[in-house]
């Protein structure tokens, strides 16, 4: 790196302040590279099924709903992440792609949305990253300027991951809203599979009728299996003309 003048370094900040132009921002701490991999924090939501997605987005906010109400103390008007945390929670879930976990959106644009000023939504932003719903990760970008001309980096968006640190019981509980939907398609399948059964078993032979569908009762199966042997005999009897119809009166015997 080749050395530079301390007035060389300094100097585009001076002639930015003679034109009455505002100096940029310094980098914060704890701000990583965008290409840095501890920035790398975006991941596919349910592999980017969009359905799948959207039912993850809605339990999630259902359970720090239910963190909040249960965890609020006793003479306070709210709970730890508040009305505006719980608000801003569902405006970053509503920012989110599915396909890729992306979710970085400017602070301005939160605000915009929610509809708060800044200090609240960085409260909220805050809230939420210290009770596990929120991991926030500060990211900075080169500017490509050389040392004399400018500043080497600049602050961009932060970026935003969910449900990344919660509590175990708080983990718990939303495993289980997921996995909910499993559940039900389950005992559908199960449902659907018994439907067959039924379907099969009616549509087998009346003399295996009570065997289908009383396994657990064999001596009412077998008078169920009788009863419909008596029921095929007699329908083939029919088909075989072994029991005619009468003649119509008029005809000769």
Not at 15 to 24: P, S, V
Not at 60 to 87: C, D, I
Not at 95 to 116: E, H, N, Y
Not at 194 to 206: G, I, V
Request: with cysteine; net charge positive; charged share 30%.
């Amino acid at each position: 790196m080749s050395a530079h003048a301390i007035g060389d370094l300094v100097g585009w900040q001076v002639q930015k302040l003679e034109r009455g132009e505002r100096i940029a921002d310094r980098v914060r701490r704890e701000s990583y590279d965008e290409n840095d991999r501890r920035a790398q924090i975006f991941r596919p939501i349910c592999g980017g099924r969009t359905a799948d997605a959207l039912r993850w987005r809605d339990k999630l906010l259902q359970v720090a709903r239910e963190y909040n109400t249960l965890h609020k103390r006793k003479g306070e008007r709210e709970g730890p992440l508040g009305s505006n945390g719980l608000w801003v929670l569902e405006i970053l879930l509503s920012l989110v792609d599915f396909a890729s976990g992306r979710c970085d959106p400017a602070l301005a644009t939160i605000c915009a949305k929610a509809k708060l000023a800044r200090a609240t939504v960085v409260r909220a932003i805050d809230a939420l990253q210290d009770h596990g719903f929120l991991q926030k990760v500060r990211r900075t970008r080169k500017t490509g300027m050389a040392p004399t001309e400018g500043p080497q980096r600049q602050q961009i968006s932060n970026a935003y991951a969910f449900a990344v640190a919660l509590k175990d019981k708080v983990c718990q509980r939303f495993q289980q809203l997921i996995g909910g939907r499993k559940r039900a398609r389950e005992i559908r399948e199960a449902k659907e599979q018994a439907a067959q059964a039924r379907a099969e078993a009616l549509a087998a032979p009346t003399s295996r009728l009570g065997s289908m569908l009383l396994p657990g009762d064999p001596k009412l199966a077998r008078e169920l299996d009788r009863l419909g042997a008596h029921f095929e005999a007699q329908t083939a009897s029919s088909a075989t003309r072994e029991y005619p119809a009468l003649e119509s009166k008029g005809e000769k015997e």
